[in-house]
C-alpha cells in the first residue's frame, strides 16, 4: 500500500507560479513510477506530467504544461513535485499525485494509488 498527499495548493494570479509536493509513505517509494493529472470542474480528469518509470528515466508532459511544468522527486524525502510557472486560467483543476509499479503511463486508469488531489485556482 502506497499512501500518497499532495499539498501546495492554492490562489494565484495569471502568470504566476506555484510548487505542489506529493509525500509517499507506505511501500518501497522507489519502486512506484508516478505522474500528475488534474480534474477540472465539468471535464475528465487528465494527464499532465510523468516519470518515465520508477527510477526517473525521463519525464513525459501534456502539450498544454509543456514549458511551463516541471516535474520532480527528492527520492531522500519520498517526494515528488510540480513546478507550475506562467500559470493560466485554464490550468484551474484539482492535481492528483498517483503511483503504480514501475512502468509510468499518461493513462490514469494505469494507476493504483491517488493521493486526494489539491485545488489550483488561476485567476484571471
Known amino acids: 500500500q502506497v499512501q500518497l498527499v499532495e499539498s501546495g495548493g492554492g490562489l494565484v494570479q495569471a502568470g504566476g507560479s506555484l510548487r505542489l509536493s506529493c509525500a509517499a509513505s507506505?511501500?518501497?517509494?522507489?519502486?512506484?513510477?508516478m505522474g500528475w493529472f488534474r480534474q477540472a470542474p465539468g471535464k475528465e480528469r487528465e494527464f499532465v506530467a510523468r516519470f518515465v518509470n520508477w527510477s526517473g528515466g525521463g519525464t513525459v508532459y501534456a502539450d498544454s504544461v509543456k514549458g511551463r511544468f516541471t516535474i520532480s522527486r527528492d527520492s531522500a524525502k519520498n517526494t515528488v513535485y510540480l513546478q507550475m510557472n506562467s500559470l493560466k486560467p485554464e490550468d484551474t483543476a484539482v492535481y492528483y499525485c498517483?503511483?503504480?509499479?514501475?512502468?509510468?503511463?499518461?493513462?490514469?486508469?494505469?494507476?493504483?494509488?491517488w493521493g486526494q488531489g489539491t485545488q489550483v485556482t488561476v485567476s484571471s
Open positions: 507506505g511501500r518501497t517509494f522507489s519502486n512506484y513510477a
Open positions: 498517483a503511483a503504480r509499479p514501475l512502468i509510468g503511463s499518461n493513462y490514469g486508469r494505469d494507476y493504483n494509488y
